[in-house]
């Protein structure tokens, strides 16, 4: 007798363990190259496979959805952001799209902490200055800067990882504001110390750190513009380990280069891989190349829970991380 399994097309390297439940369990399709595969490659895989596994650097636009002969029908994000996905386009065609959103609130927010402390304390002049060769000893007025305890934390949005971003700033002994469209649980709020503002530019006033946690797309491009930056502390510091698109780098440049905002600390940009070259040449900016769930715990929950998605759909019980 015969088993048939699923095709599963799996666009990039994932963790070890990731891997072997895959190849174990299914027809597993592995990218061993890991680079990104080109747009004949994702129609081959319309085509041939029964489940798609993409991460953030697959475009899944309308088009490649209504490939001639697609086969798939299900689409296995690896990751919480789906703003490379056309879910209108997906559901449309009637094909499942799930996500991974929880297995990376921690890792993420503890890489927004170490963003804050990295730009507060100037802790990447500090390294360049070392590995150049440039440092001539301590002395009292050598990069000082400034410490958290005591700060406002303005968080942009208020879901699991700012909160998880809120936790750890508070154990830090920081203040706690955020802005989002609705107000937060009310016991939630309490715990964290947490206070809303009705406004962006009511949190831009009064954060001594702004850290974004929105998703991506048309809804929330540019959010933090010009005008934003204009209102915020001059030695404000903005953190973003959410989507690039949030912020219009142009306008980050800018403020920076005229002292508008004390500095930037950036996980992810605007037209990744590339990055604006006002940002790599600045002193006051942090830039990390995506590193937001990049420990091994969280890319190893977050595949197991693609898996998770991927059996509860080949089993017709309800997704757990449906988005459309």
């Known amino acids: 007798m015969t088993t048939t399994y699923p095709v599963i097309t799996v666009t990039r390297r994932l963790p070890e363990p990731?891997?072997?439940?895959?190849?174990?369990?299914?027809?597993?399709?592995?990218?061993?190259?890991?680079?990104?595969?080109?747009?004949?490659a994702l129609v081959a895989a319309m085509r041939d496979s029964d489940i798609l596994l993409p991460t953030i650097t697959d475009r899944i636009d309308a088009d490649l959805i209504a490939t001639e002969g697609r086969r798939v029908r299900l689409i296995a994000n690896?990751?919480?952001?789906?703003?490379?996905?056309?879910?209108?386009?997906?559901?449309?065609?009637?094909?499942?799209?799930?996500?991974?959103?929880?297995?990376?609130?921690?890792?993420?927010?503890?890489?927004?902490?170490l963003l804050m402390l990295m730009a507060a304390r100037r802790a990447g002049e500090g390294e360049r200055e070392l590995r150049a060769g440039d440092w001539t000893g301590w002395r009292p007025t050598h990069l000082v800067g400034r410490g958290l305890t005591g700060a406002v934390l303005?968080?942009?949005?208020?879901?699991?990882?700012?909160?998880?971003?809120?936790?750890?700033?508070?154990?830090?002994?920081?203040?706690?504001?955020?802005?989002?469209?609705?107000?937060?649980?009310p016991?939630?709020?309490?715990?964290?110390?947490?206070?809303?503002?009705?406004?962006?530019?009511?949190?831009?006033?009064?954060?001594?750190?702004?850290?974004?946690?929105?998703?991506?797309?048309?809804?929330?491009?540019?959010?933090?513009?010009?005008?934003?930056?204009?209102?915020?502390?001059?030695?404000?510091?903005?953190?973003?380990?959410?989507?690039?698109?949030?912020v219009d780098e142009a306008a980050l440049v800018e403020a920076l280069d005229g002292g508008r905002i004390g500095?930037?600390?950036?996980?992810?940009?605007?037209?990744?891989?590339?990055?604006h070259p006002g940002l790599l040449g600045h002193a006051r900016a942090v830039l990390l190349p995506h590193l937001g769930s990049a420990t091994i715990e969280a890319?190893?929950?977050?595949?197991?829970?693609?898996?998770?998605?991927i059996d509860a759909f080949l089993t017709g019980t309800d997704l757990p991380n449906r988005v459309a």
Not at 20 to 35: M, W
């Open 299 to 309: 890319r190893t929950a977050m595949g197991l829970q693609a898996i998770a998605n």
């Open 154 to 185: 303005g968080l942009v949005g208020f879901g699991r990882i700012a909160q998880a971003t809120a936790a750890r700033a508070k154990g830090l002994g920081m203040t706690i504001r955020y802005f989002s469209r609705t107000a937060a649980d």
């Open 18 to 40: 990731v891997e072997t439940v895959l190849t174990q369990r299914f027809d597993a399709r592995l990218n061993a190259q890991d680079r990104p595969l080109d747009r004949a």
């Open 263 to 275: 500095a930037a600390a950036l996980d992810v940009y605007e037209r990744e891989p590339a990055v």
């Open 187 to 246: 016991a939630t709020a309490a715990a964290l110390g947490a206070e809303r503002c009705e406004t962006l530019a009511e949190l831009a006033a009064v954060a001594d750190v702004v850290s974004l946690h929105v998703p991506g797309g048309d809804a929330t491009r540019h959010m933090v513009d010009a005008a934003f930056l204009s209102g915020m502390r001059r030695d404000a510091i903005l953190v973003n380990t959410a989507r690039g698109s949030v």
């Open 78 to 113: 690896f990751g919480a952001g789906v703003d490379h996905i056309d879910l209108a386009a997906a559901a449309a065609a009637g094909i499942a799209v799930t996500n991974t959103p929880d297995a990376l609130t921690d890792a993420t927010a503890e890489l927004a902490i």
